[in-house]
Nanobody, 123 residues
Framework: QVQLVESGGALVQAGGSLRLSCAAS????????MGWYRQAPGKQRELVGG???????NYADSVKGRFTISRENAKRTMYLQMNSLEPEDAAVYYC?????????????????WGQGTQVTVSS
């Protein structure tokens, strides 16, 4: 069974930085696209940004210039470097990943979600 585990969430002051990690474990061939999402209390889950297997990234306008997504394919891990944090960035942060497996010679993909990690930003 494939699992994603996020870590690195914490309480930080406004203007501070945090680095979140998302590590994949289990039996699978590789990972295609990966993404970070966040959900604040009373709000819908929103996309923070994503990264392809080749390293191309995209970001929500609200985090451009402050957040950076990267990944280490050999470690099956994705990162979210968050700088200049604002109170509005407080949320539970989730990662997801497009897991690639082979079955009976066919390539299959399946999206998997992590359980989330809490980021709290004090003003």
């Amino acid at each position: 069974q494939v699992q994603l585990v996020e870590s690195g969430g914490a309480l930080v002051q406004a203007g501070g930085s945090l680095r979140l990690s998302c590590a994949a474990s289990g039996r699978f061939f590789s990972i295609d696209d990966m993404g970070w999402y966040r959900q604040a209390p009373g709000k819908q889950r929103e996309l923070v940004g994503g990264i392809t297997s080749g390293g191309s990234t995209n970001y929500a306008d609200s985090v451009k210039g402050r957040f950076t997504i990267s990944r280490e394919n050999a470690k099956r891990t994705m990162y979210l470097q968050m700088n200049s944090l604002e109170p509005e960035d407080a949320a539970v942060y989730y990662c997801n990943a497009q897991i690639v497996t082979y079955s009976s010679g066919y390539r299959r993909t399946n999206w998997v979600w992590g359980q989330g990690t809490q980021v709290t930003v004090s003003s």
